[in-house]
């Protein structure tokens, strides 16, 4: 009982009188809360939902069977004959596009007439078990069974049974009618669309093959045998695999992206701890008389220490709880940001539903009392050292901690070197671990060197800041001296947030610059065509094979590349393979390689056979480098190729092989295109070819690019992938300038005293405003320069070590002045105009009565 | 007779306007004066649009384990567009796999849908193979090689033929209704003998025993049997066997057409028309849990010309296959008691019953 009143006397009661204060604490962990949740849940609904529709209708089934370039058909019936109690379902997996809606989803062909075997199996084994475990959706009878347009779809996608969808695949539309919808307890995620075998390859271009074969196997005598024993049946470029390993593969490969992304939510968290910290040494320093009381009658110090440990705890709690629904509101605009990204830089992938699991209340409350506490500790030890002496003083004393700022400004030298130290660590397990560390260390210097330089400005500030503001920016300077805790405090927050702010800044813009410099090399030619549809890293639809000479052979052209895309898989990470027709075009002409030379030496080295050229990031996450053996599967064949050289790429972080194209059709005959460049004449006007190129191609879906439009495009896309990280930092912003305010607020309501006094002295209240206002800007401008100076370490940091470490980029350091220079200008501004309501409740303190109640 | 298909048939039939008309002009009809070449005719006839190979038989076990089997590749003609994907349904290829363990008074059975896809399954004349996944029957010139690879059991069994192919009916067709094409092509191996091994859960079994297989195709538009049919197969001791079936109307009538075959010992074949044979259930009936039908499980057969009267009883009664795909019926292993001509006459054999159990035609799974 005695500690619970000791509790409502020390804490309760305080809290009570200030609202304010409570109020901001709680925000702070709040906001920095569901940032982290927001983070949380929407990278997991964005990342983790991709194939999600294939894997779900894929079924129960042990073992996959994929090729590069499809399975060939008759690999299906050679395995539907072993004498072995398998079931054997052959899949093709590609995608359609809903023309009316513009919504691109999976399209799955199943063999409608073996599946009736499954669902057969199914209900005898599930006679007794829930229902929706039956993946496998039946089809009615079979019925349709030979139409070409006979599809099966998601409820949402069409009316009734009999409605016409057309639908966009590859680059031609075709009219097909709705036979049939899954059923709902196949709890299929977003839409899909099922179609016999016969059907799709008919529509995918994929005759004579199958995108992947899934085996359901008896118990006995065990995986590993049964994986053995087909394993021998197969030719050794078809490749056996656990089902789902696809998935996972994808899982690992973003893994790395949500890590990342994870770990810059925590900065806003950051921001909010040293808020935190601040609002709560001010309380601390406010409640000296009650502590000192407290202890009088006989309280220890570790009581007093749990009182506030247990005061945060407690905000903690509130402001988690408080993060909860603003998390989940934040998250739903987040995951449309991150599903662009994903779909961008990986995979396709949909939003799925955003769910507020248990783990999810978990994390918030670990995250919002954790960071609360950890603040708390340093105020909270202050305030069990408080003697029982001081509540016999008479009156509050003030604010005069002091402040070690030589030392303090030693070990962040200290800390400094560490952090460059660290920096030249490599990843660990693909993390870079140690890069964040450096990041973290910067951070902590910084903080530690910020009294110092508070202290160094504000000396030097306050005799010129007299001369052209006036006295009152002179009291401005001197009390921000003064309370030199208070003010580094205060200035850390925010300059972190501004540091932040800067550095992704900053890397973006030298991605931005490095990708547009690059583009100049990689993009020479006069226009481009793809398959019209959503562009995304994995998808990779053909374009009509007849279209390409059409073009070819049109007045006006020069010449017309071929590129070609395959998803594989090396090492367990997806990976795009491609082939490109390096003889005949100008095609990498000019690409940059890792070795330096020429492009024309590297390319002639790759028309030898089994020669290719692989990606930075490919090179990066597989630990390639020139000279180096990659043995691929290639149709039916396991094909050693030698890397000839290693080329920049930013188009996607998967990590590009790249073959000649003669060298690919050895092993997969398949001669359509993926893309096409097209070289025109030197005398050819570019808009009459471009109509050319499209009346000929006026069956076929395929956009047309000119040069100029697929660089708007990719920069677009650039734009779009780190919006994500523009809100986090907005966020971070947003988090630093409330918590100004707020302190800015509690500095009011502190120095009510000295306020009053100054006014009793004669001064007016305007010039009360007008200091306050000063101080706010002072503070601006010195987390600023403290921001500034971060950021662009933390920008070397995040592009030379973070980057390069996670993603294997190679990001040419650029300085986005004008972008940096308009934010620096927004945050100071914000800051004022944070200073303006405590300014004005300043102005409003009556002195007579503020200096009586003291 | 196995005219169960029909009722298969009707399931695929049903609002398949493709098959339907595909019926009238692409197939031909069962036309008296058929002349038939084997091993051509052991085959695929893809002008007729439904086939079908059907192997039962009765083994034991040399610890005197008694089996019986069936296995059973359908074929029913979907289309025959000339679309050359492999992938295309020309066909619809339907399997049963049966094994009645008598000794074990269990019945296990498995069905199977294919396409023929890229080699899933159908007939493949050249290399003797009849197939429906890694459900097979291989001919050679005097043997034939099964293998059945179920979920719960295996069989491997190897069937010598004792006896030349019989053709039912009369003038190459055998009738089942009046009026032209109401018939079909009808072949059967009535003694084969059978020695193999099968293998139920841990244990295997090396068996011995006799087989008997049918082989059938035709072309028909209607359900002409409109409430079902028995039939049976008796091999005898004395080395004779006898096929019979009746066609039963919903009225309770029966079809005129209902007829049988008798085989002698040196493979001799003697028609028999509904009025030369009689074939009445004996009473003792089971009633099936699952398709709700309830089966004559003991049969009074009788042919007065051979001086042929004995008793047909089922060792397991329970031998009902119960569909998904199709309709359920009866099959299973039958044992022959009586006499000829005042001696006593013993053997084993196959019965068939179908249209017992729910509306005729539909599937008992839910």
Not at chain 1, 127 to 135: M, P, Y
Not at chain 2, 82 to 90: E, G, R, T, V
């Given at each position: 009982m005695a500690s619970l009143s000791l509790f409502s006397r020390l804490i309760v009661r305080p809290a009570r009188r200030e609202p304010a204060r409570s109020l901001l604490i709680v925000l702070a962990v709040a906001l920095g809360v569901s940032v982290v949740l927001a983070i949380d849940l929407a990278s997991s609904a964005a990342a983790g939902s991709f194939r999600s529709s294939m894997e779900t209708l894929a079924g129960d089934n042990d073992l996959e069977v994929t090729a590069v370039g499809g399975v060939a058909d008759q690999i299906v019936g050679q395995l539907a004959i072993l004498p072995y109690s398998i079931r054997v379902s052959p899949r093709i997996e590609d995608h359609a596009t809903v023309v009316a809606s513009g919504e691109t989803v999976p399209l799955i062909a199943i063999d409608v007439v073996a599946e009736a075997n499954s669902h057969k199996d199914q209900q005898a084994q599930n006679?007794?078990?829930?229902?929706?475990?039956?993946?496998t959706p039946k089809i009615d009878g079979f019925k349709h069974i030979n139409d070409a347009d006979a599809i099966w779809t998601t409820r949402q996608l069409a009316g009734k049974v009999g409605d016409k969808i057309t639908l966009l695949i590859n680059d031609q539309k075709r009219d097909y009618t709705v036979r049939g919808f899954v059923p709902e307890s196949a709890q299929v995620n977003g839409n899909v669309v099922l179609m016999d075998i016969a059907a799709a390859q008919n529509a995918t271009g994929k005759a004579g093959h199958v995108d992947r074969i899934l085996l359901k196997v008896p118990e006995q005598p065990g995986f590993d045998v049964w994986q053995q024993k087909l394993r021998a049946v197969l030719p050794s470029g078809v490749e056996l695999n656990a089902q789902g390993s696809q998935t996972a593969a994808n899982r690992r490969m973003l893994s790395a992206f949500r890590w990342n992304l994870g770990i810059l939510s925590y900065v806003a968290l950051l921001v909010g701890a040293f808020l935190i910290y601040n609002t709560i040494s001010v309380s601390v320093v406010r409640r000296r008389a009650d502590i000192g009381t407290i202890r009088a009658l006989g309280a220890s110090r570790n009581t007093i220490l749990a009182a506030f440990l247990a005061e945060a705890a407690v905000f903690g709690f509130v402001g988690a709880v408080l993060a909860l629904p603003l998390g989940r509101l934040m998250a739903t605009g987040a995951v449309r940001l991150l599903a662009t990204t994903v779909d961008a830089l990986y995979i396709s992938s949909r939003p799925g539903s955003l769910s507020l699991s248990g783990e999810s209340v978990v994390l918030a409350l670990v995250v919002g009392i954790g960071v609360a506490v950890v603040s708390a500790l340093a105020p909270a030890r202050e305030a069990s050292l408080v003697p029982p002496t001081e509540a016999m003083a008479r009156g509050a004393r003030e604010y005069t901690i002091r402040v070690e700022r030589t030392r303090d400004a030693w070990i962040a030298l200290a800390l400094a070197l560490a952090a460059a130290l660290a920096a030249r660590f490599p990843a660990i397990a693909g993390k870079p671990l140690f890069g964040y560390l450096s990041a973290l260390l910067l951070i902590a210097a910084s903080a530690l060197a910020i009294p110092a330089l508070v202290f160094w400005i504000t000396s030097v500030a306050s005799t010129t800041l007299r001369k052209f503001m006036g006295v009152e920016a002179m009291l401005a300077s001197r009390s921000l001296a003064g309370s030199l805790r208070r003010t580094s405090v205060l200035v850390a927050a925010l300059s972190t947030a501004i540091a932040m702010m800067t550095s992704v800044g900053i890397m973006v813009g030298s991605f931005r610059q490095t990708v547009t410099t690059w583009m100049d090399s990689q993009l020479p030619a006069d226009l481009y065509l793809r398959p019209a549809g959503d562009p995304s890293a994995d998808r990779h639809p053909t374009i009509a094979l007849d279209l390409t000479d059409r073009i070819a052979r049109l007045p006006g052209v020069e010449s017309v590349s071929r590129f070609r895309a395959y998803e594989i898989q090396y090492e367990g990470l997806p990976v795009t393979l491609g082939s490109a027709e390096t003889n005949l075009s100008r095609f990498y002409q000019s690409s940059g390689f890792l070795s330096r030379r020429p492009a024309k030496d590297v390319l002639k080295e790759l028309l030898s056979p089994d020669a290719a050229i692989v990606s930075e990031p490919f090179a990066n996450k597989h630990h390639a480098k020139a000279g180096d053996v990659l043995t691929l599967p290639l149709g039916e064949k396991l094909v050693k190729l030698r890397i000839v050289d290693i080329f920049y790429d930013y188009a996607n972080e998967r990590g590009y092989v790249i073959l000649d194209r003669s060298t690919i059709l050895r092993y997969l005959p398949d001669p359509s295109a993926s893309n096409l460049a097209v070289y025109l004449a030197p005398e050819a006007d570019l808009e009459t070819v471009r109509n050319e190129i499209k009346a000929s191609a006026a069956h076929s879906e395929v956009l047309i690019f000119s040069n100029r439009d697929i660089r708007h495009e990719a920069i677009r896309i650039f734009d779009q992938t780190f919006a994500i990280t523009y809100a986090l930092e907005a966020i971070a912003i947003l988090v630093a300038v409330m918590g100004v305010a707020g302190a800015l607020m509690s500095i009011v309501i502190d120095r009510r005293r000295e306020f009053g006094l100054l006014r009793f002295l004669g001064a007016a209240s305007s010039q009360i405003r007008k200091l306050i206002l000063v101080e706010a800007g002072l503070i601006g401008i010195l987390s600023n320069i403290a921001g500034v100076v971060l950021g662009v370490l933390l920008s070397l940091v995040l592009i030379f070590v973070i980057n390069k470490q996670s993603f294997g980029w190679t990001i040419q350091f650029h300085w986005p002045v004008a972008i940096l220079l308009g934010a620096l200008t927004g945050v100071y501004v914000a800051t004022v105009l944070a200073g303006i309501y405590p300014a004005r409740i300043a102005q409003r303190l009556n002195p007579i009565e503020v200096v009586h109640e003291e | 007779m196995r005219n169960r298909l029909a009722g298969l048939i009707t399931i695929f039939l049903i609002g398949n306007s493709i098959a339907v008309s595909a019926w009238a002009a692409d197939y031909k009809v069962a036309l008296p004066g058929y002349h038939y070449q084997f091993p051509r005719d052991h085959f695929n006839h893809p002008d007729y649009q439904t086939e079908w190979w059907y192997y039962t038989g009765n083994l034991r076990a040399s610890d005197g384990h008694r089996f019986g089997f069936e296995l059973t590749f359908f074929r029913q003609s979907i289309s025959r567009d000339?679309?050359?994907?492999?992938?295309?349904?020309?066909d619809l290829y339907l399997a049963h796999l049966a094994l009645s363990d008598i000794s074990g008074h269990r019945f296990y059975h498995e069905e199977r849908i294919s396409r023929a896809g890229p080699g899933m399954a159908g007939v493949d004349e050249n290399t003797g193979v009849i197939w429906n996944g890694n459900w097979q029957a291989q001919r050679e010139e005097d043997a034939q090689q099964l293998r059945g690879i179920g979920q719960e059991f295996d069989i491997q069994l190897n069937l010598k033929t004792q006896k030349p192919p019989v053709i039912h009916g009369r003038d190459g067709i055998s009738r089942k209704a009046e009026g032209v094409g109401h018939a079909s092509h009808y072949i059967s191996f009535t003694r084969l003998l059978t020695s193999g091994s099968i293998e139920l859960k841990d244990d295997t079994y090396k068996v011995e025993g006799t087989s008997w297989m049918d082989h059938e195709f035709f072309t028909e538009s209607l359900d002409l049997t409109d409430n079902g049919w028995d039939w049976l197969s008796l091999q005898l001791d004395d080395n004779t066997e006898l096929m019979l079936y009746r066609l039963r109307h919903k009225d309770g009538t029966i079809e005129p057409y209902s007829s049988g075959t008798y085989v002698d010992a040196q493979g001799k074949t003697t028609f028999l028309s509904l009025k030369d044979f009689s074939m009445t259930p004996g009473g003792e009936t089971w009633k099936s849990s699952q398709s709700k039908g309830t089966y004559p499980v003991r049969w009074h057969v009788s042919v007065p010309s051979l001086a042929i009267k004995v008793d047909v009883a089922t060792p397991l009664p329970n031998q009902e296959l119960t569909s998904a795909i199709g309709p359920s019926y009866w099959e299973g292993a039958i044992d022959i008691t009586g006499q000829r001509a005042g001696i006593p006459l013993h053997g084993v054999g196959y019965l068939e019953m179908t249209g017992y159990g729910v509306a005729h035609g539909a599937s008992v799974a839910p």
């Open positions: 006679q007794n078990v829930d229902s929706r475990k039956i993946e | 000339a679309n050359p994907s492999p992938w295309h349904i020309h």
